[in-house]
């Protein structure tokens, strides 16, 4: 049996990525599609414009199978944390045959080059890479200027490459694929549309998911330039959840509460938060208490040595509370179980082989996600506990009052799409 798996946010799923799925359906034959998909927080650590339910029903219409969700514990870190847990939680299903991914030049070649690199890191990439590091320079930035070093001729190769955001995430696939010898077989196709941080809609048939949630923050209607980008499965359902009172949704509205809580947070604690680091504890807790919303915080925290992008990650790190000790035990141990967001009636038939062929449990019920996550004593349990919170949580952001409860992770079931 050949089974497709994708990664991706569909944050919303748009035209872009119904031609992905489609694009790469032609690959196989494919006898089905599974998809590992971030809750209600994306990578970049910011809430997502609907939740994860709705989410998933646009990728059902869309072409997909199965979608499972990725844990928040993996979906909100590095590119590599996130690629590993995706990859990981593919393979653990034990009938996903391929990985598809989108890449910016839909080459597989140099981005199989430089994730073998990463997996093997010889001794005089290391070196370059921890010279780099002592510049003071990010993480990412440190990388790619040590990999342009060691690869030399190709290095004006390597940083086009890394430019990318699809590129960076797929050679993370690939890093994690041939680190742990998973049985995936990857592919890559050629990203559609406008540039992947493009803010505007262009007025052509594809868009970045970015443009279409910046459209919808400034007035939360779908325009005809937005109805244009979406399939009219998605346009339908994302105009529902407008119209419903659950939508849009966006970072801003998540200030107070990053503020309240990091005002209520003791620096031992702080301190212990993943990745911080070098004392960070003490700039986030002055800042926390000079700024007055979200942005402002974010830039008073910023430095050459933390990118925006880890900020944001340390701040939703501490709204949850989740320390170094819980990622240690995570990392080693990985996914934990499937929970199964939406399916379609080929998805039922995967949903019985994955149960055959997989030892993680899979939680189609809301009833079976109540239970798991009291087993406090699991790492499964604190595992979903945190994707629970993060839900009841996100619940507050909706823009309708009545729209807030909690609780809707033991409420809500997986949903069928006929």
């Given at each position: 049996?050949?089974?497709?798996?994708?990664?991706?946010?569909?944050?919303?799923?748009?035209?872009?990525?119904?031609?992905?799925?489609?694009?790469?359906?032609?690959?196989?034959?494919?006898?089905?599609?599974?998809?590992?998909?971030?809750?209600?927080?994306?990578?970049?650590?910011?809430?997502?414009?609907?939740?994860?339910?709705?989410?998933?029903?646009?990728?059902?219409?869309?072409g997909v199978d199965v979608v499972i969700e990725l844990p928040l514990c993996f979906s909100v870190r590095s590119a590599y944390y996130f690629a590993?847990?995706?990859?990981?939680?593919?393979?653990?299903?034990?009938?996903?045959?391929?990985?598809?991914?989108?890449?910016?030049?839909?080459?597989l070649d140099m981005l199989m080059k430089i994730a073998s690199l990463l997996a093997a890191e010889p001794d005089d990439y290391r070196v370059l890479l921890k010279n780099s590091l002592a510049q003071g320079l990010s993480y990412p930035v440190a990388r790619s200027q040590a990999l342009q070093q060691y690869m030399g001729s190709q290095s004006n190769d390597v940083y086009e490459l890394l430019k990318g955001p699809n590129n960076i995430l797929a050679i993370e696939y690939l890093h994690n694929i041939i680190k742990d010898n998973l049985n995936l077989q990857p592919f890559t196709i050629p990203r559609q549309g406008d540039d992947y941080h493009s803010q505007c809609i262009s007025g052509s048939d594809y868009s970045s998911a970015g443009a279409i949630r910046t459209a919808l923050y400034k007035k939360p209607v779908i325009?005809?330039?937005?109805?244009?980008?979406?399939?009219?499965?998605?346009?339908?359902?994302?105009?529902?959840?407008?119209?419903?009172?659950?939508?849009?949704?966006?970072?801003?509205?998540?200030?107070?509460?990053?503020?309240?809580?990091?005002?209520?947070?003791?620096?031992?604690?702080?301190?212990?938060i993943y990745e911080v680091s070098e004392g960070l504890e003490h700039r986030i807790k002055t800042a926390s208490l000079q700024s007055g919303s979200l942005e402002e915080l974010r830039q008073r925290i910023k430095s050459k040595r933390y990118s925006l992008s880890r900020i944001d990650r340390i701040l939703l790190y501490s709204l949850f509370r989740l320390d170094k000790e819980q990622f240690a035990a995570l990392d080693q141990q990985g996914p934990q179980y499937f929970h199964i967001l939406a399916f379609s009636s080929k998805g039922r038939e995967i949903l019985q082989t994955i149960k055959n062929s997989s030892p993680l449990p899979i939680l189609s019920r809301g009833s079976q996600v109540k239970k798991l996550s009291g087993e406090t004593d699991s790492l499964a349990g604190n595992l979903l506990a945190v994707d629970i919170l993060a839900s009841d949580i996100y619940s507050l952001l909706a823009p309708w009052p009545e729209m807030r409860k909690g609780g809707k992770d033991f409420l809500t079931s997986s949903l069928y799409v006929n």
């Amino acid at each position: 049996m050949n089974v497709l798996g994708v990664i991706a946010e569909f944050n919303p799923f748009h035209n872009g990525h119904k031609y992905f799925i489609d694009t790469a359906k032609k690959n196989g034959p494919f006898d089905a599609v599974v998809s590992v998909m971030s809750g209600n927080f994306s990578q970049r650590a910011q809430p997502t414009i609907c939740d994860k339910w709705s989410r998933a029903e646009m990728a059902i219409h869309g072409g997909v199978d199965v979608v499972i969700e990725l844990p928040l514990c993996f979906s909100v870190r590095s590119a590599y944390y996130f690629a590993r847990g995706a990859v990981h939680l593919l393979a653990q299903t034990g009938v996903v045959s391929h990985l598809g991914f989108g890449s910016e030049q839909g080459q597989l070649d140099m981005l199989m080059k430089i994730a073998s690199l990463l997996a093997a890191e010889p001794d005089d990439y290391r070196v370059l890479l921890k010279n780099s590091l002592a510049q003071g320079l990010s993480y990412p930035v440190a990388r790619s200027q040590a990999l342009q070093q060691y690869m030399g001729s190709q290095s004006n190769d390597v940083y086009e490459l890394l430019k990318g955001p699809n590129n960076i995430l797929a050679i993370e696939y690939l890093h994690n694929i041939i680190k742990d010898n998973l049985n995936l077989q990857p592919f890559t196709i050629p990203r559609q549309g406008d540039d992947y941080h493009s803010q505007c809609i262009s007025g052509s048939d594809y868009s970045s998911a970015g443009a279409i949630r910046t459209a919808l923050y400034k007035k939360p209607v779908i325009t005809s330039a937005i109805e244009k980008v979406l399939p009219d499965s998605s346009r339908f359902i994302l105009q529902r959840e407008i119209l419903e009172g659950r939508a849009p949704i966006g970072s801003e509205t998540l200030g107070p509460i990053i503020l309240s809580n990091l005002r209520q947070m003791e620096l031992a604690s702080l301190k212990e938060i993943y990745e911080v680091s070098e004392g960070l504890e003490h700039r986030i807790k002055t800042a926390s208490l000079q700024s007055g919303s979200l942005e402002e915080l974010r830039q008073r925290i910023k430095s050459k040595r933390y990118s925006l992008s880890r900020i944001d990650r340390i701040l939703l790190y501490s709204l949850f509370r989740l320390d170094k000790e819980q990622f240690a035990a995570l990392d080693q141990q990985g996914p934990q179980y499937f929970h199964i967001l939406a399916f379609s009636s080929k998805g039922r038939e995967i949903l019985q082989t994955i149960k055959n062929s997989s030892p993680l449990p899979i939680l189609s019920r809301g009833s079976q996600v109540k239970k798991l996550s009291g087993e406090t004593d699991s790492l499964a349990g604190n595992l979903l506990a945190v994707d629970i919170l993060a839900s009841d949580i996100y619940s507050l952001l909706a823009p309708w009052p009545e729209m807030r409860k909690g609780g809707k992770d033991f409420l809500t079931s997986s949903l069928y799409v006929n």
